[in-house]
């Protein structure tokens, strides 16, 4: 396990962090997929608590430039959790209708509910990083985002939102390696889009505007973690350990029935099953 705070927004811009983990994680390819597999069943295993509980609400937020991981993400790290209690929200261009709200209105519909665990495939961050990058707003409404995130997300957890926000980071040779392989698979057409090659121009703005708005965005209680996601599967195991460690905190219970109840459900259950 690499130590959490390593992932860490600070003073090191995002450039200087790691995107490949094989020099951070000590575990050797059998122990990573051991230890991985022990925690995805444990993550459903406390999904389940938290479903039957009620209490809590979950929100998960994957960020990342395209061909960073984030549907690969989804696919492995909750595969052992139950749909009933996992929504997945993958936020595309915003519609028509979406146009004549706030930009934070969508966002909002779609936070958990108690017992919930939710996952955004992008998030309201977008709203922030693709103006920044394409000069689509004037600069102070920009800057104010960072302001209206930050009361957003303060807001959610006052709520009883346990928030938690993984920044997939890969290199730009990995880039070009998944779009390339992306061309050369006839199955993996339709994940390929004009857009991925066109975004690749503006690499170094992408960069720049995630530096400052995971540094201007991580807090204590709702941090984010820089996930070196070069390799796929130091990805998922990095990801999971952090979501158990985090979620056995919350000390999810199942819901005990009174006593008296389960007596009197036990007596008629006797009568009604009787062969």
């Known amino acids: 396990m690499i130590k959490e705070n390593k992932f860490h927004p600070g003073k090191k811009p995002l450039h200087k962090f790691p995107t490949a983990g094989k020099k951070l994680c000590k575990l ?16 459903g295993e406390l999904q389940e608590l938290i479903y039957a509980e009620s209490k809590q609400k979950v929100l998960i937020v994957l960020q990342g430039l395209d061909t960073s991981g984030k549907d690969g993400t989804v696919k492995h790290v909750f595969s052992e959790t139950n749909p009933q209690g996992v929504r997945v929200v993958s936020f595309k261009q915003p519609t028509d209708i979406e146009k004549r709200h706030d930009y934070l209105w ?21 709203d922030y990083i693709i103006p920044a990058v394409h000069k689509t707003l004037p600069p102070k409404k920009i800057e104010r985002r960072i302001k209206e995130i930050n009361h957003f997300e303060d807001m959610l957890l006052s709520e009883g939102v346990t928030l938690f926000k993984f920044f997939l980071h890969i290199s730009r ?14 199955k993996k057409h339709w994940k390929f889009s004009l857009s991925d090659l066109n975004e690749r121009q503006f690499w170094d703005q992408y960069q720049k505007a995630y530096d400052t708005i995971l540094k201007a965005t991580h807090h204590k209680d709702r941090p984010w973690d820089i996930i070196p996601a070069d390799d796929k599967k130091i990805r998922n195991y990095e990801i999971s350990n952090i979501l158990v460690q985090r ?14 109840v389960i007596r009197k459900i036990k007596s008629e259950a006797a009568k009604i099953l009787r062969f």
Do not use: W
């Open 173 to 186: 040779k990995e880039q070009a390696q998944r779009i390339q392989e992306r061309l050369n698979n006839p």
């Open 28 to 43: 050797n390819d059998k122990e990573l997929e051991e230890e991985t597999h022990e925690l995805g069943v444990r993550l």
């Open 106 to 126: 969508r966002i909002h519909q779609q936070t958990p509910a108690l017992g919930e665990m939710v996952i955004f495939n992008r998030s309201h961050y977008e």
């Open 247 to 260: 979620l056995e905190k919350l000390k999810p219970e199942f819901p005990m029935m009174d006593h008296n």
